[in-house]
């Protein structure tokens, strides 16, 4: 039966018990993820005395958590979204301040190079002046070896990064896995574990900074955590573990796998985000365009600069070497295959050339190649075979020095380690080769007012190029070449004999005589130096369109425009994130005037209610005296 000492019991305990759940509030003000406690009272029940029902006192049914879940969910994204372009901001404007900095960048030692060939073409017997130029195509050399080397730094530290936040996610969701357990064991409806409940919550919200997840809560109290686009990372009391490792090509490439005992599997990352999907965009969209676009770069520099002074002749009389050597496109085998294929690369025609990797994939019947950023077939003419390749976006793949298997493939890098490769190779003076290999006259004796052009180099290959060739009119509309054949004349058309081009204009008589030979001795030739400088502003790429210049402003300007747009949506995300943690705040927060005004509220029940037991005391007493007379 109910009486007046019971019930003021109740109250003392259950205040007593809120008092301790304010100062638990209090102690852990500042405690990060710590939700605010809320202790729920409801009245005891009482019983029948007398015709009448009285209260039993006061008791409190749970603990309760200030906890949205929505709100925390929408933490938990907004953390990751953050956190995932917060990584690409750090990396993207680094790799935009030294592409585009004058003094980093490659601007600068592309003009100071071409500068040196219109220094050259303006003295060309000078050897002071040809020394600064092989000086300048060093240095030129060396500062594509250098920004190659920065993004492979880049690449060195997203693996390294990429190890850290690895090695973070399991540690998460080994701590996660642990703490469904001791929340599984010490659940109950009416006492809740919310203090561990928060820790799990901070960890699950410190795991959303480094990979997306979506969570689901099971009966028995354990949260299940799925991540990207969901692959299971921990599951009740059990965390997957994850790795990082050599991707199927590249050993020193690093990629992500899940570790189980039947052994490794690839992560999809597709969905990826956090500071895991970060790195892998990073890499993917920026780091990996721009190797490859420096690489096209140098490759199309050296390739046309050893063209054209190819058709040029230095003093001693010989026909111009290379300038450059540049590598030819990197073939990496996978270490799945089960044959033993092979292929050399070479580029073979600059205007179809991309610069991205392509995957060669044999089926059994044939080899087929792809993009790799695209995934796009493309159609490849020949045969494969050193005599008749395989010619593909300006690539020609010799695939004969190898014996594949059905699904075996390989990756074709045709530009992506060509920048880190590009050195100067004359270190002779004498061997540039500025002046025109040829030369043409007209006869002295020449009746009619044709006149030939200068020479050009129309095929600086042609083993005759150097050997003389008289043009001989036998009559105002033909000719016949050293006494042969016969010719019609028209007046302007290219006239191209053993490599070089001339053009006639005019009207010659017969007789009349035109003399194409080598250009010997020309020490004050300056044509081939002409051509060399125009080199930095002719079309050679994409099809003749782009110049070596554009094709690097390309490259600054889309890294630029691409940090700004991640910048955008960092500052844009951080402002999501900081609307999320106010809201997360506003619920779970602690408010110390609040919990100041509920100390001073449980106080004074408690006084009242010890009151009640003295008043209940001295009325025993009262009573004990009355029947003691």
Excluded: C, W
């Amino acid at each position: 039966m109910p009486d007046i000492l019971n019930t003021s019991l109740t109250g003392m305990l259950a205040f007593q018990r809120a008092l301790a759940v304010t100062s638990h509030n209090i102690s852990n003000a500042n405690t990060p993820g710590y939700s605010r406690q809320v202790t729920d009272f409801s009245a005891r029940v009482g019983s029948g005395e007398g015709g009448l029902y009285m209260g039993g006192g006061t008791q409190i049914d749970r603990i309760r958590r200030m906890y949205d879940a929505m709100q925390v969910e929408q933490l938990r994204n907004s953390t990751s979204g953050f956190a995932r372009f917060n990584t690409l901001d750090n990396l993207a404007s680094r790799i935009d301040t030294f592409l585009a900095d004058a003094d980093t960048g490659l601007n600068s030692s592309l003009q100071s190079y071409f500068n040196a060939i219109q220094d050259l073409g303006n003295d060309p017997s000078s050897i002071p002046t040809r020394q600064a130029l092989i000086g300048e195509a060093q240095g030129l050399a060396a500062k594509f070896q250098s920004l190659d080397s920065r993004l492979g730094e880049l690449e060195a530290e997203v693996n390294d990064r990429l190890e850290l936040t690895i090695a973070d996610i399991n540690r998460l969701a080994a701590g996660i896995a642990d703490l469904n357990d001791r929340i599984a064991l010490a659940s109950n409806a009416a006492s809740p574990p919310n203090d561990l409940l928060d820790q799990r919550d901070r960890l699950v919200t410190e795991l959303s900074g480094h990979v997306s997840l979506t969570t689901n809560l099971q009966d028995d109290g354990t949260l299940s955590v799925f991540i990207g686009s969901g692959q299971s990372l921990v599951l009740g009391t059990q965390a997957q573990q994850l790795g990082v490792g050599g991707s199927e090509f590249d050993l020193t490439r690093m990629e992500v796998y899940y570790v189980s005992p039947a052994g490794n599997t690839p992560l999809d990352t597709s969905s990826t985000g956090g500071n895991l999907g970060g790195l892998l965009e990073f890499r993917s969209r920026m780091l990996d365009p721009a190797r490859q676009s420096l690489g096209q770069t140098a490759v199309a520099f050296a390739q046309s600069m050893n063209g054209q002074h190819a058709s040029g002749m230095d003093p001693r009389g010989n026909l111009g070497g290379d300038l450059f050597s540049v590598a030819d496109p990197t073939v990496l085998v996978s270490n799945r295959n089960t044959g033993t294929p092979a292929a050399s690369v070479t580029v073979s025609d600059l205007g179809d050339y991309t610069g991205v990797n392509y995957t060669l994939e044999y089926d059994g019947a044939g080899y087929a190649l792809t993009r790799d950023n695209t995934g796009a077939a493309i159609p490849m003419t020949g045969t494969g075979t050193a005599a008749d390749p395989f010619v593909a976006e300006g690539l020609s793949i010799d695939v004969s020095g190898g014996t594949p298997a059905a699904g075996d493939r390989l990756l074709i890098r045709s530009a992506q380690d060509a920048a880190g490769t590009l050195q100067s190779v004359i270190s002779d003076p004498q061997n540039i080769a500025i002046a025109a290999p040829t030369r043409s006259s007209a006869s002295l004796g020449n009746t009619g007012n044709a006149a030939i052009s200068p020479a050009m180099v129309a095929d600086a290959s042609d083993p005759a190029l150097l050997t003389s060739a008289v043009i001989e009119f036998t009559s105002p509309t033909n000719y016949r070449i050293n006494g042969a054949g016969n010719y019609t004349y028209t007046d302007g058309d290219p006239i191209v004999i053993n490599g070089s081009e001339v053009t006639i204009t005019g009207s010659p008589s017969a007789g009349d005589r035109f003399t194409i030979e080598g250009n010997y001795g020309a020490s004050g030739d300056n044509s081939n130096a002409l051509m060399m400088t125009g080199v930095q502003s002719n079309g050679i790429l994409d099809g003749g369109s782009i110049s070596i210049n554009e094709n690097y402003g390309r490259l600054v300007s889309s890294v630029g425009a691409t940090t700004h747009q991640i910048k955008a949506g960092r500052d844009a995300q951080g402002v999501v994130l900081a609307n999320a943690e106010d809201a997360v705040l506003e619920t779970s927060g602690v408010n110390l005037d609040e919990e100041a005004a509920n100390l001073i509220k449980y106080q004074q029940a408690y006084q009242a209610v010890a009151q009640v037991v003295s008043v209940a005391n001295s009325l025993f007493d009262t009573l004990i005296n009355a029947t003691s007379r």
